[in-house]
């Protein structure tokens, strides 16, 4: 497929696959789950046309494992699952972040806990914010609300792994993935000016002594502490560095939502809605979920020391979390209100327009 810088029509998980073979990646293991699906049987055809690696694994333990193979061996890698295959996943996840490999994870959220069902969810942020393994670690989190951002963040979702040495996740859900809309299929553009060389990968000893990958740290007894000490200088970096976000609205706003992925596509359109009736309502969009975005978000409260937030999620509360520690020494709980359901529910405009009424009614 050559089409670049043009408008083409996709499926957000069709965009993943074709972003992940623009970014250079060369291995993608994984295995069949509602609702990614599109992801490995798009990347089926298309990776036998470039010649490149497609394996669907006997499960996702054993996909994931090819990821650190691959990874390990310094070339570009990607796995794509659903809910139920992402914890599947976390003990390979865990290694991987311990050993610091670079790979690309996609996670098409869909409803829990359990078997759950196949709606759209976001019932996974503590899972991919917390890095849902064994262990202390992180890994970077991006959330795409848009096709157009599904393709963009995959690309950049491989140089941000190079660059910091490290698992980055798209987390999407039901609706992002199963979304088809027009987007501009632009060519790879790197996001930093140069990568640092992968001299740690395992590529034959040919005029070198062998390289070691390891994720077990018994000899000396404080290897592991060393390890996770580094880690976290690394991890802190990373909250300096990577902040994104979309702010709409906010400067002077009675009412700022906080939502993400397909719930602040919704949310948008309360906002349209409202916003016509006199009264002031914003919107802060985190895009990536760790780091949290937090600096921004710290501003608007101090701009605005009469601001309500309400937090919008499909689960029954997780990013709160996130926006209460960060609000924590500006903003009294009392001001921060909440709307969502787990179990794949969605909001609608309508409910939406709703509570906000209320939350200007408190």
């Known amino acids: ?51 490149l690696v497609f394996l669907q694994a006997e499960s996702e333990v054993a996909a994931i494992n090819m990821v650190f193979g691959a990874a390990a061996a310094g070339v570009r890698v990607m796995t794509s699952s659903s809910s139920p295959g992402m914890s599947l996943k976390q003990e390979g996840i865990s290694y991987i972040a311990c050993a610091e490999m670079p790979c690309v994870i996609i996670n098409v959220v869909r409803g829990g806990p359990g078997l759950g069902n196949i709606e759209a969810s976001q019932a996974d942020y503590f899972q991919s914010t917390r890095g849902g393994g064994h262990g202390d670690y992180r890994c970077i989190v991006l959330a795409p609300n848009s096709v157009q951002e599904s393709y963009d963040m995959t690309v950049q979702a491989f140089d941000l792994a190079d660059y ?89 706003a009675e009412v700022v939502i906080i939502a993400y992925g397909c719930a602040s596509r919704i949310a948008r359109s309360a906002i349209k809605t409202h916003n016509g009736n ?30 309500k937030f309400l937090v919008i999620e499909m689960s029954m509360g997780q990013m709160i979390e996130d926006v209460y520690i960060s609000l924590m020494d500006i903003v009294p709980k009392s001001r921060i209100a909440f709307y969502g359901i787990g179990g794949g529910w969605h909001p609608t405009p309508d409910s939406v327009y709703e509570k906000i009424q209320e939350v200007l009614a408190e």
């Open 1 to 51: 497929m050559a089409t670049e810088n043009k408008k083409v029509l996709m499926k957000g998980n069709e965009a993943v696959g074709e972003a992940a073979i623009r970014a250079g990646c060369q291995c993608y293991f994984a295995y069949p789950i509602t609702p990614q699906t599109e992801t490995p049987e798009y990347l089926s055809r298309r990776m036998e046309e470039e010649n």
């Open 278 to 307: 006199g009264s002031k309502v914003g919107m802060f969009r985190p895009k990536t979920l760790w780091p949290w975005p937090k600096k921004r978000l710290i501003e608007i409260a101090e701009n605005n020391p009469k601001v």
């Open 164 to 252: 910091y040495r490290m698992p980055v996740f798209i987390q999407s859900d039901g609706i992002i993935g199963q979304l088809v809309e027009p987007f501009v299929m632009g060519p790879y553009t790197p996001m930093f000016d140069e990568l640092p060389p992968k001299e740690w990968a395992l590529t034959g000893c040919a005029g070198r002594e062998p390289n070691v990958i390891r994720t077990l740290f018994l000899n000396p007894p404080d290897g592991l502490e060393k390890q996770n000490v580094r880690l976290y200088e690394k991890y802190d970096r990373i909250e300096a560095e990577q902040q994104w976000y979309e702010d709409y609205n906010c400067d002077g």
